[in-house]
């Protein structure tokens, strides 16, 4: 029915291709002018000086035989004497500071410092000068998480007295798995520095190391911290005879105070002691349920110990409470909800007036061993005495929220204070008027030509004309202070005393 069948082929030739032409064509610009002209004048002109021949002069020194030198100097010896041992015992002169540097009476921003690399994700939420004043670290990550975080953030320094320093480029960077929420240098040691992390974690590093600088870790579980760590601070140990022993103080927002020792064998930190706070310590006024257990722990924000008396310490709240501690405390005890290899217990002695927000910062003064600063989300800045209820002096700047206080290492009067709206403010107790004597812009600009908040500030202890801020953009900016500023006073002491003894026996 079907068979194959092979036909010729067909072929046809195609009506669109056509024959390609080609053609060459060129062009040529007008003919080039070229001209060469030269110049040269050369003058010479010498002059010669030369100062009169003196060689004809007489010059020597007089010989004295008479004995009258000597007689004199016999005569006044006493006298000097006497007035150099008076010296030696004077007062006069304990605050004075000899300075060579130019005088200025200006602030000044000196240094801007970033992380290139985190390109403005995260914040600076803390900064720590290392034990010389040359080096800064700057702890970077982020306080407005609402879950678990995830982020691959730093811990960074620059130091400052290096020739080539790269303002955009850290000289260490240390990269943490999460968010890193404080930071602080060794008071003795300028390698070591303590941070603690959002996920609860504390760390030691030691920049001395070529390879791995992370030296310890506290780890995560039971004798650990369950929530982010506000902060770190290195503390003497006063249980060692050694004068360069310190202990480590971590607080968290799962209430725990816990303090640490490093085995100096391993050179691994382990749990030594251990405070929690409890909703039972906070004021009637702050406490959100009857029926909440009066064991259920309270986040603590911020910590600071006394300058005289190292067994004694300041905390503040996330409900707004300020309370006076001691390590040596033997509060109540959580009712067993808290795992720990130690006994948690209160180390609270004290109450003051609370704010009416989370605090954000306690700073003991390193003048006065009564006086203290706090500032808080209720934008307001007090000014405390260790020994009674309520604040001496409450200031309002109206500059929103008050991120952080630090007082002046060289002047008792002096403190300063950031803000929400991007300002560092330094305030002069010695004015008869509570406001700042400087604002400074220190916060970033934002894209709505906004300042970005300034969330924590540090003055530098050893080189007392420096200031450093750090801004929600990840900026830091370090300030040299007016020399009419960072001067103390005479007065400085006494007027700070009288603020605060007026009003502890009132």
């Not at 403005?120 to 609402?146: C, K, M, P």
Request: with cysteine; proline share 4%.
């Amino acid at each position: 029915m079907f068979a194959d069948i092979t036909l010729e082929s067909v072929t046809f030739k195609s009506n669109w291709k056509k024959e390609r032409s080609l053609a060459s064509s060129g062009c040529q610009t007008s003919e080039l002018v070229v001209e060469e002209v030269a110049c040269q004048s050369v003058k010479y002109k010498s002059v010669k000086t030369q100062t009169e021949d003196d060689s004809d002069k007489f010059s020597g020194f007089a010989d004295d035989n008479s004995g009258h030198l000597a007689e004199f100097l016999r005569r006044v010896e006493p006298a000097m004497h006497k007035q150099l041992e008076m010296n030696v015992k004077s007062h006069a002169f304990d605050d004075y500071e000899v300075t060579w540097d130019e005088g200025s009476s200006t602030m000044s921003s000196i240094h801007k410092l970033t992380n290139a690399a985190h390109d403005g994700q995260f914040q600076i939420t803390g900064l720590s000068w290392n034990s010389t004043g040359a080096v800064i670290a700057a702890s970077y990550g982020r306080f407005d998480h609402e879950d678990w975080c995830t982020h691959k953030t730093s811990l960074c320094t620059w130091n400052l007295e290096r020739r080539n320093l790269d303002e955009n480029k850290p000289d260490t960077v240390l990269e943490v798995s999460s968010c890193l929420m404080c930071t602080a240098f060794h008071p003795s040691n300028p390698a070591l520095i303590a941070g603690g992390t959002y996920n609860g974690v504390v760390i030691v590093w030691d920049l001395s190391r070529e390879d791995d600088m992370v030296l310890t870790s506290s780890g995560i579980g039971d004798d650990s911290h369950r929530e982010p760590v506000s902060k770190v601070i290195w503390v003497p140990d006063t249980s060692s005879l050694k004068k360069n022993k310190y202990l480590l103080v971590s607080v968290s927002s799962d209430g725990k105070m816990l303090v640490w020792k490093m085995d100096r064998k391993t050179k691994q930190i382990e749990l030594h002691d251990g405070f929690v706070l409890m909703n039972m310590n906070l004021p009637t006024q702050l406490r959100k349920s009857r029926t909440m257990r009066g064991d259920k722990e309270v986040g603590v924000t911020c910590i600071s110990y006394n300058n005289e008396n190292k067994d004694s310490f300041i905390i503040g709240s996330e409900p707004g409470a300020v309370f006076k501690c001691s390590m040596s405390a033997n509060g109540e005890q959580p009712a067993g909800n808290i795992i720990s290899s130690i006994q948690l217990k209160s180390p609270v002695t004290f109450t003051y007036a609370h704010h009416y927000g989370p605090v954000y910062s306690a700073e003991f003064s390193p003048f006065h061993r009564n006086a203290f600063l706090t500032s808080s989300m209720d934008q307001t800045l007090r000014l405390y005495s260790m020994l009674q209820k309520q604040p001496i002096m409450t200031l309002e700047p109206g500059e929103g929220v008050i991120y952080s206080t630090k007082w002046s290492f060289s002047r008792p009067a002096l403190f300063a204070a950031t803000t929400d709206t991007g300002l560092l403010l330094l305030y002069d107790l010695t004015q008869n008027q509570p406001v700042p004597v400087y604002k400074l812009e220190a916060g970033g600009l934002m894209g709505n030509n906004a300042r970005a908040p300034v969330l924590t500030c540090q003055f530098n202890q050893h080189q007392n004309n420096l200031i450093a801020t750090g801004d929600a953009m990840g900026c830091i900016q370090v300030f040299r202070i007016s020399d009419s500023l960072k001067t103390p006073l005479s007065r400085d002491l006494e007027i700070l005393g009288e603020l605060v003894d007026i009003t502890t026996e009132s």
